[in-house]
């Protein structure tokens, strides 16, 4: 008989009970959202000799294996150590870090996987007051709902106007799908409020007219899903990439030091304030 002190020592491994008595599923953790394809080939020989020969996958970029008996656990922590693959994820501490394909992706705004794993190779596992999500997006598509986690990243590009070169074409309005640009009696408007940020007008005006001012990445910080989200509240300023880790480092500072023990950031903000955190973070960066 499993004792659930078992059950619970097993859980902060990423070895997780199932609904089915004797069974559990092992999380297989990403970097940055990616498996060689060796990786997986260890994994599917793990699920076809230990499980029923299928992975799942989690909204974390992770793979589970799941239908493993309590008895075979140790031989699959021993399959996945040798195959270089890390299990885990779970518990009061920085979650797998997860990426959108800004990479590779055309809408791509900085190199998301680049700088998820740096950050993932600097922050994964940490002890904090309470599980904390950080994602990277690549562009205002948002696609992997950065601004949902407890640390959300979002390329930006500003734009700035050069209204006397301006020819009044309209290219530039076919790819704003947030209708920021729009044509009236033959004359570029702009509406700044609907504006996202996204740079697609700069990259396809034929003059120069439209270009990016500045590119950086948005910090959006106390999201969460689950029961009672909240979309989080966005830092002041743009940064770029290579700022990035530091910044963090200054976020879970600020948040260490004026948290409270299972307390996300969320609720901390909820607590304090946005500004009072914003405050005492840019001393911290100051300093």
């Known amino acids: 008989m499993i004792t659930q002190n078992e059950i619970t020592a097993l859980k902060a491994q990423g070895i997780l009970a199932q609904q089915q008595e004797g069974y559990f599923s092992i999380r297989v953790l990403s970097r940055a959202g990616n498996f060689t394809s060796a990786e997986f080939q260890t994994l599917a020989e793990i699920a076809a000799k230990y499980g029923r020969g299928y992975l799942g996958e989690t909204t974390r970029l992770a793979i589970e294996i799941p239908w493993i008996t309590y008895e075979d656990i140790e031989s699959v922590k021993s399959a996945l150590t040798a195959g270089g693959l890390v299990h885990g994820g779970t518990g009061k501490k920085i979650r797998p870090l997860v990426a959108c394909k800004g990479t590779v992706c055309q809408h791509g705004l900085y190199d998301t996987q680049k700088l998820c794993g740096i950050c993932h190779d600097q922050f994964f596992g940490r002890d904090l007051h309470a599980k904390t999500k950080i994602t990277f997006v690549g562009c205002p598509n948002n696609c992997a709902k950065a601004n949902t986690n407890d640390i959300g990243l979002v390329g930006q590009a500003y734009i700035q106007f050069d209204w006397d070169a301006c020819l009044n074409c309209g290219k530039c309005t076919k790819v ?50 689950g029961r009672g989200y909240r979309f989080g509240d966005q830092l002041t300023d743009l940064y770029a990439a290579e700022e990035i880790p530091n910044l963090i480092e200054k976020i879970l500072a600020t948040y260490q030091e004026l948290g409270k023990d299972g307390e996300r950031i969320s609720a901390l903000l909820d607590r304090i304030g946005i500004s009072a955190f914003e405050d005492s973070l840019q001393e911290r960066l100051e300093n």
Do not use: F
């Open 176 to 225: 704003c799908r947030a209708q920021s640009l729009t044509m009236l009696n033959q004359k570029l408007l702009w509406n700044e409020r609907k504006c996202v940020n996204c740079g697609k007008c700069a990259q396809v005006c034929p003059t120069g007219a439209i270009t990016e001012e500045v590119r950086g990445i948005a910090i959006y910080l106390g999201g969460r899903m």
